[in-house]
């Protein structure tokens, strides 16, 4: 398995809102790709300096030919999604290899 890890940090001025598009459209759009199997979303507890607030998304996906499938098929689409909180947010992404899990 592969987890698509997306750290995002988020302006608090529009933090409620993003963060129920998040929970109601957005995560579940990804899934809605057949791509990913479950997310989670954490809060990432830790003050950044910048301000924000920041939250990690770990999309779990079968294999990392289903995660480049996504990018080749869906990527874009859903980074237009996020056109309403342009400006308003900076994340990045990671690509993880699931080593054990107990």
């Known amino acids: 398995m592969?987890?698509?890890?997306?750290?995002?940090?988020?302006?608090?001025?529009?933090?409620?809102?993003?963060?129920?598009?998040?929970?109601?459209?957005?995560?579940?759009?990804?899934?809605?790709t057949g791509k990913f199997k479950k997310a989670l979303m954490t809060k990432v507890l830790a003050k950044e300096p910048m301000g924000g607030i920041t939250y990690s998304v770990q999309y779990t996906a079968e294999s990392m030919a289903y995660l480049k499938t996504f990018y080749m098929e869906d990527h874009a689409k859903m980074v237009a999604k996020t056109e309403p909180f342009k400006g308003k947010f900076v994340e990045f992404s990671t690509e993880l290899q699931v080593e054990d899990e107990q």
């Open 2 to 32: 592969v987890i698509y890890n997306v750290t995002t940090n988020v302006q608090e001025d529009v933090h409620q809102e993003w963060l129920k598009w998040m929970k109601s459209e957005f995560i579940p759009a990804m899934l809605k």
